[in-house]
């Protein structure tokens, strides 16, 4: 089993910066990859980066590429979004999640077994 928490959300006016954070706990291999997904009021939740924990190889959206990073830290237990030149665009929940094998096509949301509740993040303009 694997447990994620997230915190680190809140409000934010535009062309701000956050710092997501994921705690997370239990069995190590399955959180061999592990992503941030986020969902918008109305919208389906969408993937905004993964990484591969033992290559680090990472994947971003396109609407975040060159403004969030993905990384985790050196002992494994944290895995931290850095967002910056935030747009009211980037508003929504975001959530952690963890799977014992990246999926093929990386923002699939079925391809991740452990999800955390959330942080919500606001942009305002």
């Known amino acids: 089993q694997v447990q994620l928490v997230e915190s680190g959300g809140g409000p934010v006016q535009a062309g701000g910066s956050l710092r997501l954070s994921c705690a997370a706990s239990?069995?190590?291999?399955?959180?061999?990859?592990m992503g941030w997904f986020r969902q918008a009021p109305g919208k389906e939740r969408e993937g905004v980066a993964r990484?591969?924990?033992?290559?680090?190889?990472?994947y971003y959206a396109d609407s975040v590429k060159g403004r969030f990073t993905i990384s985790p830290d050196n002992a494994g237990r944290t895995l931290y979004l850095q967002m910056n030149s935030l747009k009211p665009d980037d508003t929504g929940m975001y959530y952690c999640a963890a799977a014992r094998f990246c999926p093929v096509e990386w923002s699939r949301r079925d391809g991740y077994s452990y999800w955390g509740q959330g942080t919500q993040v606001t942009v305002s303009s």
């Open positions: 239990g069995d190590t291999y399955s959180r061999r990859c």
């Open positions: 990484i591969q924990t033992l290559t680090r190889t990472t």
